[in-house]
């Protein structure tokens, strides 16, 4: 089902960078005042290639500095592209934000594109207009795959994992870290038996998009317009780079986003009521300050897998827990529907419109709700991989930022380019 193919990437030469100086996040989660961060790093750091150094630039940008940036590092030596095409191994080490060292690794491979009504690439999210019309513009200038769509595939007994597992000891094998702590170590699959193993294996397989579905979808209409203009149905226009990671493995982490009320009024007790009477039970916990929170969260509210359950933060110095016993629904589609809609009065086009705040951490969602950011936190537990396979399986989407596959891949470890020899 799943068709990929090994590619000739285009890299940092190691002998004129240290790939840790040139990583950047990817561009979606660089907030406006870091920009400058990045490109103020290195004259060669890999934002410079996402986005402009002022925020304010953004909307007017054609991107045709960056196409020259681009040939410019290629000129130079900076940037190389690889002989012979490969798969790449990735491996990255990590530790969880309760502190458990973990390890997660994967492959970069070039993905034959397919629309979604094939049923081959699953999206598991909606996406917006605005980010996709960005992202064809910097695509049609620089015909170059800047950051990677983020794959899951489901492989229970990790069979998958030992076919790409030895080209990270060789001595190909470079290793950088990122901002966030993160050990990445990126080597090219040179083995063709493995090669093969790793084709196979997804042939037979769906996959589903765990980050990146705007960058995926803009890939499609950019293909389509090269078709449109005359390309063949197998030009280099009709893959992307992906990179693929065993959703079931043991480093496979999947956390919770949490949902902060910006624009609603706080609930009054017959508001709340709403849940009592539709069988929720409520528990109070004191909480002290914001520090405090991950750490009761992950008792009280970890002792609620299984339940839908949510934990509702005003800064008042009390949690309130709010359970009930699960059906076959998502708990956090239920939360949307009877929290968000049912107690705060907000439909899903208010969601989208800005009326909540999706923090990643916990902590940060405190101090959010503390410094008056936002009226009431919501904090979840997080989905599982069964939870995104099954939603995707049906063909049913999840509501707006209801997964955090940890840690997200740097912008730099590689970029793919449409000038075919794959």
């Known amino acids: 089902m799943t068709d990929v193919h090994p590619f000739r990437a285009l890299r940092y030469d190691p002998a004129r960078v240290e790939l840790t100086d040139v990583l950047a996040p990817v561009y979606d989660v660089v907030a406006d005042e870091d920009r400058a961060v990045y490109w103020d790093r290195h004259p060669h750091n890999a934002l410079r290639l996402e986005l402009t150094k002022d925020a304010a630039d953004q909307a007017s940008a054609d991107y045709a500095d960056v196409a020259e940036r681009l040939r410019n590092w290629r000129d130079e030596g900076v940037l190389r592209r690889d002989e012979a095409p490969a798969f790449y191994a990735l491996r990255q080490r990590f530790r969880a934000p309760d502190g458990r060292p973990l390890e997660r690794s994967g492959f970069f491979a070039a993905l034959t594109l397919e629309d979604y009504a094939a049923r081959v690439v699953r999206p598991h999210e909606r996406t917006l207009s605005g980010p996709k019309a960005d992202r064809l513009k910097i695509l049609q200038a620089t015909q170059t795959n800047l950051s990677s769509v983020f794959m899951l595939y489901e492989d229970r007994e990790d069979e998958l994992a030992r076919h790409y597992a030895a080209a990270l000891a060789s001595p ?251």
């Open 172 to 422: 190909e094998a470079i290793t950088a870290s990122d901002d966030g702590g993160v050990e990445q170590t990126l080597a090219p699959v040179r083995d063709p038996e493995a090669a093969e193993a790793i084709r196979a294996f997804l042939a037979e397989r769906p996959v589903v998009i765990a980050d990146g579905h705007h960058r995926y979808e803009t890939a499609l209409t950019h293909r389509d317009q090269r078709r449109e203009a005359g390309e063949s149905d197998d030009a280099p226009s009709s893959r992307l780079l992906a990179y693929f990671a065993n959703a079931f493995a043991p480093g496979s982490l999947l956390l919770p986003i949490h949902r902060l009320v910006l624009d609603a009024p706080v609930p009054d007790a017959a508001a709340w009521g709403k849940l009592e009477a539709a069988g929720w039970e409520r528990r109070e916990v004191a909480v002290g300050e914001a520090d405090s929170i991950p750490g009761v969260l992950d008792t009280e509210l970890g002792s609620l897998v299984g339940r839908y359950a949510f934990a509702a933060d005003d800064a008042s110095g009390t949690l309130v827990l709010w359970s009930r016993p699960a059906g076959a629904e998502l708990s956090v589609r239920v939360i949307h529907d009877e929290v968000l809609g049912g107690v705060f009065g907000l439909d899903d086009e208010a969601v989208r419109s800005g009326a909540v705040a999706f923090p990643k951490s916990a902590l940060q969602t405190a101090k959010d709700v503390r410094t008056g950011r936002g009226r009431v936190a919501l904090y979840l537990n997080p989905l599982t991989p069964d939870d995104v396979f099954r939603v995707t399986e049906a063909g049913e989407t999840l509501p707006q930022k209801s997964t955090f596959f940890y840690p997200k891949l740097p912008t730099g470890l590689l970029f793919r380019t449409n000038e075919g020899d794959e």
